[in-house]
């Protein structure tokens, strides 16, 4: 069964020290891994696509198929970057993506 | 047009009313999805429609009934809801690039109160 698993549901942080938001899943297939992030009084929207391989506001994941997992990471926090972010998984060719509990980043300054 | 966009924003029901909530979409994704989400927890699929066919149905209760008139539209029709219905419903789309999941696109959602 397709599951992903953020076990962190605060995480607060100086600005200016690293970040690491983690996340693990599981799936039979060869699966897509995304980060969405919400801000304050945004909308839902994509952070992250682990095929992208790109970096987006200094964040980056890299998708560890032997520890199935896909954490986010950045050297140097924020306070913009304060929001709730969400573990996202859509397995190849399908319709569904499954979203993690999420996990919410506190940026102190 | 790159945004999603639902009416209405807030909407206030009793459990004996019908209203429908209300997804448009111009970037001509071929997928769109209503989402359940309650507060601090994530979104919980209920419906997703590619090429304007209803292709999931999460074992949503009938009192929500969704409809798709075309590839830009996509309607969410309620009824006799309960008060543990009330929660914000997200609509989002995705391009369905074939073979792969891909980026969904979400809208601001509707806050939605069952009295």
């Known amino acids: 069964a397709q599951r992903v698993t953020q076990p962190e549901k605060l995480l607060s942080v100086f600005k200016g020290a690293p970040v690491e938001l983690k996340c693990n899943y599981s799936?039979?297939?060869?699966?897509?891994l995304f980060w969405y992030v919400q801000y304050s009084r945004q909308r839902l929207q994509l952070l992250l696509r682990?095929?992208s391989r790109e970096s987006i506001k200094g964040f980056t994941a890299d998708l560890n198929k032997g520890e199935t997992s896909f954490h986010l990471k950045k050297p140097f926090a924020q306070e913009e970057d304060s929001a709730m972010y969400y573990c996202a998984l859509s397995g190849a060719g399908g319709f569904k993506t499954i979203f993690g509990a999420g996990t919410r980043l506190f940026v102190k300054a | 047009d790159t945004e999603v966009t639902q009416t209405p924003k807030h909407l206030v029901m009793g459990m004996t009313n019908k209203k429908s909530l209300k997804c448009e979409q111009h970037m001509g994704h071929r997928a769109m999805y209503w989402y359940k989400q309650k507060a601090k927890k994530p979104p919980e699929l209920m419906f997703v429609y590619s090429y304007e066919k209803l292709s999931i149905n999460e074992s949503v209760p009938s009192r929500f009934s969704p409809e798709c008139p075309n590839s830009s539209l996509l309607n969410l029709h309620l009824h006799a809801l309960q008060p543990e219905d009330s929660a914000l419903y997200l609509c989002a789309s995705s391009h369905r690039d074939r073979g792969r999941g891909d980026t969904q696109y979400f809208g601001p959602g509707t806050r939605l109160t069952v009295l």
């Open positions: 799936y039979s297939g060869s699966p897509e």
């Open positions: 682990h095929i």
